[in-house]
C-alpha cells in the first residue's frame, strides 16, 4: 500500500497528466468538428454487433499480413485484458484491497488470463520492434519520392520507439511487481504461473527488500501509463480510440466506392469538393487519427506499386502529422499529396478494403479531384475528349447517339419501344454498345438471353452514359446531368430488374442513383448468366480443347459490389480448369482503366498497372484469361498484344456463348 506522500504525489501527477491529455484530446476534438458534415450517434446501435467483432477479435487486421497480424492481436488482446488488471492494481495500492482475491472462479481465471496476456504483451511487442528496427521490411515505410511530411520518416520510427518503451516498462514493472508481492506470501499462485516462476528469484530476500521492491516497480508501471498519456494524443496509437469510433459512426455507404450526392441545381453551394483539409468531411479528418501508419492500403495500391507517386498512406500521415505539428485544417490538400499522385488513383477501392480501421483515402482523392475539376478547371488535358463525349453525345467515345444500336445488327435485340413490359431491363452500357472489342461481350451476352428465352429489352437510343467515368474524374455536373437524365427515364419505365454487362454501369446504377430517387434492382450479366445455367434454361457442351482460366475480378465488382463467385461459378459450368491468381475477389489487382484512367495516360512510373496485372494472369499458367468488364477487356487484350502472348482475353459471356449446344 502507498504511503500517504505517495498517494498525494500520485494524485498529483496523475491530475497533471490528464490535463495535458485533455488538451491533446480537445485539440483533436476541434480538428475532427472542423470537418463537413455531423455525426449520426444512432448509427453504433444499429452497428454494434459488428463492432464488437471487429474490436474485440481484431478481424479486419488478419486480413493482410497473417503474422505481424498474431503479434498485433498478442498486444491488442493483452492490453483489452489488462483494463481490469491496471484498475485492480490501482484499488490495491490505495487500500491494499486485492479486487481479484474476491471475485471467487472469475478472479481466479482473470488472474490466469492476466499472466499469459502480460507474456504475450512482452513477445508481441519484442517481435515487432525486432521487425521494423532490425528486419525494416520495405513495406514499412514509403519511397522517398513519393511526398510527406519532413518529420513524418523520423516520427514514425520515434512514435514506435516510445510506445514500444512504455509498453515493455508498464508490463514489465507489473510482472516484477506481482512477483514481490507473491514472493512475500511464500506460497506460488497456480492461477499465475509466470509470475511464480519470476518470484523464484527473490526467494531469500528478506520482506522489507521485497516491500521496496514492489513499491519501486509500481511507481514503474504506473508511472509509464502517467507520463505517456499526454503523448498519447500525438502518437499513432491513439488509434485505439479512433478505430472503434471510425467502426461505429463513419457515415453509411452502399459501398466503399459510393460518393456523397451534391445537389448542383442548389445555387447555394459555393464549394465543389476539397480544397482545404476543412472541405473534408469530419470522419475523413478523423481517418488521419485513426491511422496506424501501417501501410497496408500503400502496400495493395496500384498506382504505388507499378511506381506511382500516389501513397494513400503518406496522404493520412501527412495530414496527422501536419495537425500535431500545429497546423490547422484550413491547409491546402495539395500541400499534402501532389497533384500527379491525385491523378494517379485508379478508384480501384483497395486501400478503403484493406485498412484495418476503416479509413476511406480514396475518397479523399476523389473530393480532390472534384475540387481541381470543379473550381479550377485543373485536370489531365487527355480527359477534355471524354469529357466532350459524354456532354456531346452521352457517351465518352463520342459516338453518336444514332449508331448505338449498330453493334446489334443481325440480331434479334428487342429496344423497349418494341417490348414495353420486359422482365429484364438489360442496361448494355457504352462500350458494349460503341468500342469494337467489347462490342463482342454485347453480342454474346445477346445470343445468351436469346437461347434462354429470357424476355427483356434494351433502351437502345435512349440509354446514355452512366457517367461514372466523369464522376470519377471529378466532373460532377456532366454525372449529375447525365444521372438525372438516366433515372427520369428508369423510374418512367419501372424495370422490374436490371441486368448490366459493365461493373462501373451497375455499381453508379446501384448505389449512386438512389440518391437522385432511382431505387433499383440491378445485377451483373454473370450473375444473371450463373441463373440461367443454374435453372437449365442454357445448355452448355464441354469441348475437347483444354480450357484453362484465370479470372481476373473487376474492382468494380469483386471489390466494391462483393460479386465474386457468379463468374467463378459460371466458368466452372462450362468445364474451365479455374486457377487462381495470387490476388483475387476483393484483393484483386486492378487493371488500370478505373477512376477515369482509361481515358488518360497513365503518371509515370516502373510499369502500367495492366501489364502487372496480365503478368500475374500469365504465371498462373492459364490460356485464357477471363474478365467481366469491358475496361478490363480492353486493358488486358493491349497487354497481351504487346508482348504477343497467345493467351486469349474473354469476357465471361464470350466463353459462354462459345460452349452454348
Not at 470537418?35 to 474490436?55: D, H
Request: charged residues 20%.
Amino acid at each position: 500500500m502507498l504511503s500517504p506522500i505517495e498517494k498525494i504525489l500520485f494524485v498529483i501527477a496523475t491530475l497533471v497528466s490528464l490535463y495535458f491529455t485533455y488538451r491533446g484530446a480537445q485539440r483533436i476534438i476541434s480538428h475532427i468538428a472542423s470537418g463537413q458534415g455531423k455525426i449520426n450517434w444512432s448509427l453504433i446501435w444499429k452497428r454494434i454487433g459488428e463492432l464488437i467483432v471487429k474490436v474485440g477479435l481484431f478481424q479486419p487486421v488478419f486480413r493482410f499480413r497473417l503474422w505481424p497480424s498474431i503479434l498485433h492481436a498478442l498486444i491488442g488482446w493483452g492490453f483489452l485484458s489488462f483494463l481490469l488488471i491496471n484498475l485492480a492494481d490501482l484499488i490495491y495500492a490505495y487500500t491494499e484491497f486485492k479486487l481479484l482475491d474476491h471475485l471467487g472462479w472469475f478472479g481466479n481465471f482473470y488472474r490466469l488470463l492476466a499472466d499469459v496476456a502480460n507474456v504475450a504483451i512482452l513477445v508481441g511487442i519484442i517481435a515487432m520492434e525486432i521487425r521494423r528496427f532490425i528486419l525494416r521490411p520495405a513495406t514499412l515505410s514509403t519511397r522517398k519520392a513519393t511526398l510527406l511530411h519532413p518529420k513524418a520518416r523520423f516520427g514514425i520510427s520515434r512514435d514506435s520507439a516510445i510506445v514500444a518503451l512504455f509498453i515493455f516498462t508498464h508490463n514489465t514493472a507489473r510482472l516484477f511487481g506481482e512477483s514481490f508481492f507473491v514472493a512475500g506470501t511464500g506460497v506460488p499462485d497456480s492461477w499465475q504461473p509466470t509470475i511464480s516462476a519470476v518470484a523464484g528469484l527473490w526467494s531469500g530476500w528478506d520482506a522489507g527488500s521485497l516491500i521496496v521492491g514492489e513499491r519501486i516497480t509500481f511507481w514503474l508501471s504506473i508511472g509509464a501509463v502517467v507520463a505517456f498519456l499526454p503523448y498519447f494524443p500525438y502518437s499513432k496509437h491513439i488509434h485505439l480510440f479512433f478505430a472503434p469510433i471510425n467502426f461505429a459512426v463513419k457515415p453509411e455507404r452502399k459501398s466503399i466506392g459510393q460518393l456523397s450526392y451534391i445537389n448542383l441545381d442548389d445555387t447555394s453551394i459555393e464549394q465543389f469538393g476539397a480544397a482545404k483539409m476543412k472541405d473534408l468531411g469530419w470522419e475523413q479528418i478523423m481517418d488521419s487519427y485513426a491511422c496506424i501508419m501501417c501501410f497496408r492500403c500503400q502496400e495493395v495500391c496500384p498506382a504505388y506499386n507499378t511506381g506511382k507517386l500516389l501513397s494513400p498512406a503518406a496522404l493520412e500521415i501527412n495530414k496527422r502529422y501536419h495537425l500535431n505539428d500545429g497546423g490547422a485544417t484550413d491547409v491546402e490538400l495539395t500541400s499534402l499529396i501532389s497533384e500527379e499522385a491525385v491523378w494517379a488513383c485508379t478508384s480501384c477501392g483497395a486501400c478503403v478494403d484493406i485498412c484495418p480501421v476503416g479509413n476511406e483515402p480514396m475518397r479523399d482523392i476523389l473530393e480532390i479531384r472534384r475540387n481541381l475539376s470543379m473550381m479550377e478547371s485543373n485536370f489531365p488535358k487527355q480527359l477534355e475528349t471524354a469529357f466532350k463525349g459524354m456532354e456531346r453525345n452521352m457517351n465518352p467515345w463520342n459516338v453518336s447517339q444514332q449508331d448505338r444500336m449498330k453493334w446489334a445488327d443481325g440480331l434479334n435485340v428487342p429496344t423497349i419501344e418494341q417490348n414495353g413490359e420486359p422482365d429484364i431491363l438489360w442496361w448494355v452500357g457504352c462500350a458494349p454498345a460503341t468500342d469494337a472489342r467489347a462490342q463482342k461481350t454485347a453480342q454474346a451476352f445477346a445470343k445468351i438471353l436469346n437461347a434462354a428465352g429470357v424476355n427483356y429489352a434494351v433502351l437502345g437510343k435512349n440509354e446514355s452514359c452512366t457517367g461514372d467515368s466523369a464522376r470519377r474524374a471529378g466532373r460532377e455536373d456532366i454525372f449529375f446531368g447525365l444521372a438525372t437524365q438516366n433515372v427520369e427515364i428508369l423510374n418512367e419505365l419501372k424495370p422490374k430488374r436490371i441486368v448490366t454487362t459493365c461493373p462501373h454501369c451497375l455499381h453508379t446504377i446501384k448505389n449512386e442513383y438512389p440518391a437522385f430517387g432511382g431505387n433499383y434492382e440491378v445485377v451483373h450479366h454473370t450473375q444473371f448468366i450463373n441463373e440461367l445455367v443454374g435453372a437449365g434454361k442454357i445448355q452448355l457442351q464441354v469441348t475437347s480443347d483444354e480450357l484453362r482460366v484465370t479470372f481476373h475480378d473487376p474492382c468494380y465488382l469483386g471489390r466494391h459490389n462483393k460479386i465474386a463467385d457468379a463468374p467463378r461459378n459460371t466458368l466452372q459450368s462450362v468445364g474451365a480448369l479455374t486457377i487462381e491468381m495470387p490476388r483475387n475477389s476483393a484483393k484483386s489487382f486492378c487493371c488500370g482503366a478505373g477512376g477515369a484512367q482509361m481515358w488518360k495516360e497513365e503518371e509515370a512510373g516502373t510499369e502500367r498497372v495492366n501489364n502487372a496485372r496480365f503478368a500475374e494472369a500469365k504465371s498462373t499458367g492459364a490460356n485464357t484469361v477471363a474478365v467481366g468488364c469491358p475496361f478490363c477487356l480492353t486493358m488486358l487484350t493491349d497487354s497481351a498484344k504487346a508482348e504477343g502472348s497467345q493467351i486469349q482475353v474473354k469476357d465471361v459471356a464470350e466463353l459462354v456463348a462459345e460452349r452454348m449446344k
